[in-house]
């Protein structure tokens, strides 16, 4: 173990533990942009600097080893100032529209320019001139709110392993892109949004949930994905009695099996919920035409052409076809269904495709 | 009147740097046999004995650095920064034209002293004919068996200054992007390809040689006692000699530019000059007989650096030139950090309204509180060193600011 001091109180933190993790043990609040517990470390935005005794620099905490004996201020004149400055250079490129943006309310830029009161910045000159249309169903990237953390590069890397985003150019002009800065759809993008799960501001939102809500007026309710068996926890955003959208739950405990990351379908694929074309009652197919049916009526009439073909044709002439869709349990029962009931062992599954 | 003290560049245009023959013939090679005669650990000493600090700008002491190489580690990699970025800096280039063996051999030196048998040079890529002399000088080294199992590979760059920063360096020669890594960990822990390694600057190698077969004692007695040896300093600007010199650590900045530069141009007078390269500070003529060494430097807040010397005459405008200055500094930014990513550019910004005519008061304290900040918090040296030039302007010639201001308090004005 080794002790040092932060904002004069002692604390001891095990050998190799980063500065910023016994600053949190400390108690002090750090702010931090590009740092993401489940990515690899950049040290780039350099908001979470803090003073070290001795030391001409200020130190980034999310990289630094703390060091025995060390003697941290993590607000003082020295580091408040670098803060503001760092928040007004990212605000003087920043398209500052709050008002309207997905992520008002949810935003660490806005969080930190409130905490800090900077409310505008003191770099007048060139504003935003990032933003590019990119024409997919899904992603909307406006890089004119885009703060350089590259988050969703090191996601698409390390977590998603599509490796369709990279950082393009050099200095102010460099931007997120994706190879030749084409368009995601042309690029090795999966569209499964954990970009926009790292993204800390609104420069990487939900086209299917554009204008629905914004994230403090939708109630988060945890549940597990309905599209596989994989069984990927995630959060339904429930405003009024509607779905508007869909975000990961980022808690190891609460969302075991994916860490709230997503697949295209999990993360957009849920405005089936509300949709007018969705079928509400079982079918049947009279005379080329599909009428409504109630359940018991749509029940009794499969069994009864399941029982008249088998005794025409034998069990082994009716095969049984599950979906990933629906629980292990249920997917048991069809088989189960199908040998015991049925008597033909003709049974298969879409996830075995 | 000050003299050269010669120790590299002693056979320089007598002997062919490509040729290992020539070189042998003039004692090389025998500071390498000397070193792998000796225990790894009393060459490090040796070499800490020295006193021979880094020449490549951060001045720290090339045994220390090789001290922290784990001994034990299977693989290890020595690599040469010849990436030379900063503008009016020619030296490296000048000891590889006329004495690329004695690189070569301080390579060699060092992978006897960490245990490593592999260099890599990385040349900045404006010197393909470097790599070119390079390639020869390693075959030809090879041909006369003096490497022995110690094998030196030439790199090529593309041309980003930020790559002369050793850990953007590694990541370049990796094939990545030129973004620098945060430190710790420090590349003789974790460098190339994620192995201990150690990066040193061409001038710093080639001592090495000299530094064997002379004795620690010998070069610790030569210049400045804290930053013993000599220097090879690139005069450049408005200067009479423009060319290069080798000279003791402790000779002034008066001695450089008056006596081995011959003074000023055309008659004029001496307004600035500033050392070290476009991230150095200005200097004024009453800062002139202060010595080059790393230390005295350090002392009035400017930087012995690469040893650039680009001396400016009472007619240049400080301010356009450090709107040129911060203009090279907005382009040579990779980006990654905040303060240096959004910082060049809005120095950039305000220099030239500034230099326009357009800036006012506030706008010189907007300036120096962003310089502030990108020195205390930008991730690597670009970043920190950037606003140096317009930091140290504002401190000397703060008249030549001030006549470009905008009238608001009666005060200058155009």
Redesign the interface.
């Known amino acids: 173990m080794i002790s040092l001091t932060i904002d004069g109180k002692e604390v001891q933190v095990p050998k190799g533990t980063m500065l910023l993790e016994a600053c949190r043990i400390a108690g002090a609040d750090i702010p931090t942009l590009c740092y993401d517990p489940d990515l690899k470390l950049a040290g780039s935005c350099r908001m979470c600097v803090v003073e070290a005794k001795g030391r001409r620099n200020l130190l980034a905490t999310c990289v630094t080893p703390a060091e025995n004996g060390m003697e941290i201020h993590t607000e003082s004149s020295d580091v408040i100032e670098a803060r503001k400055i760092i928040l007004e250079l990212l605000l003087s490129r920043h398209k500052l529209e709050c008002h309207t943006c997905e992520s008002d309310g949810d935003c660490k830029l806005q969080d930190y320019c409130y905490r800090y009161g900077v409310a505008d910045s003191r770099f007048d000159g060139e504003g935003p001139h990032f933003t590019k249309p990119d024409p997919n169903p899904f992603i909307m990237r406006d890089y004119d709110k885009c703060i350089m953390c590259t988050r969703c590069v090191r996601a698409c890397d390390e977590i998603t392993g599509a490796l369709a985003i990279n950082i393009k150019d050099r200095g102010h002009h460099a931007k997120i892109s994706t190879a030749f800065d084409g368009n995601l759809a042309d690029s090795t993008c999966v569209f499964c949004g954990q970009c926009i799960m790292v993204c800390p501001v609104g420069a990487l939102t939900s086209k299917v949930s554009a204008g629905k809500g914004k994230p403090y007026q939708t109630e988060k309710v945890v549940t597990t994905c309905t599209y596989c068996g994989t069984g990927c926890t995630l959060a339904l955003n429930v405003k009024g009695d509607k779905v508007v959208g869909v975000t990961s739950v980022r808690d190891i405990e609460k969302s075991p099996v994916n860490n709230g990351a997503l697949c295209v379908k999990g993360r957009f694929g849920w405005d089936f919920i509300n949709s007018d074309e969705r079928l509400t009652t079982p079918l049947i197919r009279e005379n080329g035409e599909l009428r409504q049916a109630s359940w018991d009526e749509a029940l009794d009439y499969t069994a009864s052409r399941l029982k008249g073909i088998k005794e025409k044709h034998g069990a082994d002439s009716i095969a049984m076809f599950t979906s990933a869709r629906v629980t292990n349990e249920e997917n048991y029962l069809a088989q189960k269904f199908t040998r015991a009931v049925l008597g033909t062992n003709n049974v298969d599954h879409c996830a075995r495709l | 009147m000050a003299q050269e003290y010669r120790v590299l560049l002693e056979y320089a245009d007598k002997i062919d740097p490509a040729n290992a023959a020539d070189y042998i013939k003039v004692g090389g090679y025998k500071g390498l046999e000397k070193a792998r005669g000796m225990e790894p650990k009393a060459l490090i000493e040796e070499v800490k004995k020295s006193g021979l600090r880094g020449r490549g700008g951060a001045g720290f002491n090339a045994g220390m650095k090789w001290s922290f190489v784990p001994q034990d580690a299977p693989v290890k990699y020595v690599v040469c920064n010849l990436d030379e970025g900063e503008p009016g800096t020619y030296k490296d280039r000048i000891i590889c034209q006329k004495n690329a063996q004695a690189l070569l051999e301080g390579m060699a030196i060092c992978g006897a002293a960490i245990g490593s048998n592999q260099g890599y040079i990385y040349c900045r890529g404006e010197y393909p004919f470097v790599v070119d002399l390079l390639k020869r000088a390693v075959e030809s080294a090879k041909a006369e068996g003096v490497l022995g199992d110690f094998d030196i590979e030439a790199r090529m760059g593309a041309g980003?200054y930020v790559c002369g920063e050793e850990t953007a360096l590694i990541e370049s020669i990796e094939g990545h992007?030129g973004e620098p890594r945060?430190k710790?960990p420090f590349p003789g822990v974790e460098g190339l390809w994620g192995v201990p390694t150690v990066v040193n600057n061409v001038e710093t190698f080639a001592c090495l040689p000299y530094i064997l077969t002379r004795g620690a004692e010998w070069f610790a007695g030569i210049g400045a006692p804290k930053y013993p040896g000599t220097k090879i300093v690139t005069l450049t600007g408005d200067v009479v000699n423009s060319t290069w010199f080798e000279v003791p650590t402790d000779m002034t900045l008066r001695e450089v530019i008056f006596e081995l530069g011959g003074g000023v141009k055309n008659g004029k007078k001496f307004k600035a000059v500033q050392v070290g390269g476009t991230s150095g500070a200005f200097i004024p003529e009453a800062n002139l007989d202060c010595p080059i060494d790393f230390d005295s430097m350090g002392n009035m807040g400017a930087a012995l650096g690469s040893g650039a010397v680009l001396v400016l005459d009472e007619t240049r405008d400080i301010v356009d030139v450090v709107t040129r200055i911060s203009k090279f500094f907005?382009?040579?930014?990779?980006?990654?950090?905040?303060?240096c990513?959004?910082?060049?550019?809005?120095c950039r910004?305000?220099m030239e309204?500034i230099n326009n005519g357009n800036g006012s008061e506030k706008d010189i304290d907007?300036l120096q509180?962003?310089s502030?900040?990108m020195?205390?918090?930008?991730?690597c040296g670009l970043g920190?060193a950037a606003p140096i030039p317009i930091d140290s302007t504002i401190k000397h010639f703060k008249h030549e600011y001030s006549r470009k201001l905008v009238v608001t308090s009666g005060k200058g004005g155009h």
């Open positions: 980003a992007r945060f710790p907005e382009h040579e930014s990779c980006g990654k950090c905040n303060p990513r959004e910082g060049t550019f809005r910004e305000i309204k907007n509180l962003l502030k900040v020195q205390k918090a930008a991730l920190q």
